[in-house]
């Protein structure tokens, strides 16, 4: 019996451990909405890699603010709080950080791209260099 309750506990871990937890008041969204929320008034579109990666390929319009640089909290605190910020990195994980943070900083409306610039090509999304 003991067996089978930590079988079954092994499991529920498996199947949780790769859903991204999300922060209170942060949307994390898939590349379709993603896109169409790009549309939105005031969008501020933040790429949070590093600068070589932005320089590989990123969305249209986004600026490159990287979450491993000493600045990144004085750059994200010179962004409009009361404006739509939408952030994304390469696969999600800068980016629920980065979100983590905009929120903490006071920012109103943050959307996390989920999967990151990764899903972003693998849906035929559009780049630029």
Same mark, same amino acid.
């Given at each position: ?18 859903? =991204?937890?999300?922060?209170? &008041? /942060?949307? @994390?969204?898939?590349?379709? %909405?993603? $896109?169409? =929320?790009?549309?939105?008034? &005031? /969008?501020? @579109?933040?790429?949070?890699? %590093?600068? $070589? ?77």
């Amino acid at each position: 019996m003991k067996f089978r309750i930590a079988i079954i506990g092994l499991a529920f871990l498996a199947t949780t451990a790769c859903i =991204k937890s999300q922060t209170e &008041g /942060v949307t @994390l969204s898939n590349t379709v %909405t993603f $896109e169409q =929320k790009l549309n939105d008034d &005031g /969008v501020q @579109l933040i790429d949070v890699r %590093t600068a $070589e990666e932005f320089n590989s390929g990123h969305l249209a319009n986004a600026k490159n603010i990287d979450i491993k640089l000493d600045d990144f909290e004085q750059k994200i605190a010179a962004l409009d709080k009361t404006k739509p910020v939408m952030v994304y990195c390469k696969s999600g994980g800068r980016s629920g950080r980065a979100a983590t943070k905009l929120k903490e900083l006071g920012f109103t409306t943050i959307v996390d791209l989920d999967g990151g610039i990764t899903d972003w090509k693998a849906e035929g999304k559009p780049v630029e260099n």
